[in-house]
């Protein structure tokens, strides 16, 4: 199973751009990397979900290098209501086999 | 509203009194999944399910039982809760499997405190 490391915490104000790298050395080939974000007391929502290079959507973008041994969750211009964990997710979904890992989430802090 | 709903969403019990937790989804998804949310450990999965009477174990499957008899239900079982089953439950589902994963719903989880 992909293992996967994110930073524990990450500081930021409102309107810059913030970069969540998760590592995941051993990722397998027929692997995607997922991001959620979640916020107390609610279940995690779904960012963004890529396999390689780049993936943008209207919220954020997801940088995978040639490698694939880690990926960047890139959030431009953070507002306070940004402020939540956010968790990378790597694996596969087929059918009779799952080897989804969550990372342990970055708990990012947006201040005015 | 597409949505996967769990219950109860608190519930405080005693040492080995049965107790299930009930997942519905509304989304005709064929995968469901039960995680466990634990300060410092991020999500573990538990078990998983790929479709109707197919459930499969995932990270830390010990202690619990789960059934998918209805492609909508995935209850969560505990024969007989321990305190270290105290914790935070999240049930998942997403369309399905092929080749690309699909991106997972949660529920907003169920509060589980076992004294």
Redesign the interface.
């Known amino acids: 199973?992909a293992k996967t490391t994110q930073p524990i915490s990450m500081d930021s104000y409102e309107g810059q751009e913030v970069n969540i790298t998760c590592s995941h050395n051993n990722i397998a080939t027929n692997d995607?990397i997922?991001w959620?974000q979640q916020f107390p007391?609610?279940?995690?929502?779904?960012i963004i979900?890529g396999y390689k290079t780049k993936v943008t959507n209207e919220v954020a973008s997801l940088f995978i290098p040639a490698d694939r041994k880690s990926s960047t969750l890139s959030l431009p211009r953070v507002s306070l209501s940004d402020t939540a964990v956010y968790?990378c997710l790597v694996?596969?979904?087929?059918?009779?086999y799952?080897t989804?890992?969550?990372?342990?989430?970055t708990m990012l802090l947006v201040s005015p | 509203e597409a949505q996967?709903t769990q219950n109860p969403r608190y519930l405080i019990t005693v040492t080995g009194k049965k107790l299930t937790v009930t997942c519905s989804q509304n989304m005709n998804h064929e995968?469901m999944?039960w995680?466990r949310q634990d300060p410092?450990?991020?999500?573990?999965?538990i078990y998983?399910s790929?479709n109707v009477e197919?459930t499969?174990k995932?990270?830390v499957p010990e202690g619990y039982k789960v059934s998918r008899k209805e492609k909508r239900n995935f209850p969560l079982i505990l024969e007989s809760p321990s305190p270290n089953q105290t914790s935070l439950y999240?049930c998942?589902s997403?369309t399905g499997?092929?080749?690309?994963?699909?991106?997972?719903?949660?529920?907003?989880?169920t509060r589980l405190s076992i004294l």
Request: hydrophobic content about 25%.
């Open positions: 199973l995607y997922t959620y007391s609610q279940g995690p929502r779904f979900q968790y694996g596969t979904l087929r059918v009779g799952s989804l890992t969550f990372g342990k989430g | 996967v995968y999944s995680y410092g450990l991020g999500l573990r999965q998983y790929m197919v499969d995932g990270d999240f998942a997403s499997t092929g080749t690309i994963n699909q991106p997972q719903h949660f529920g907003d989880g």
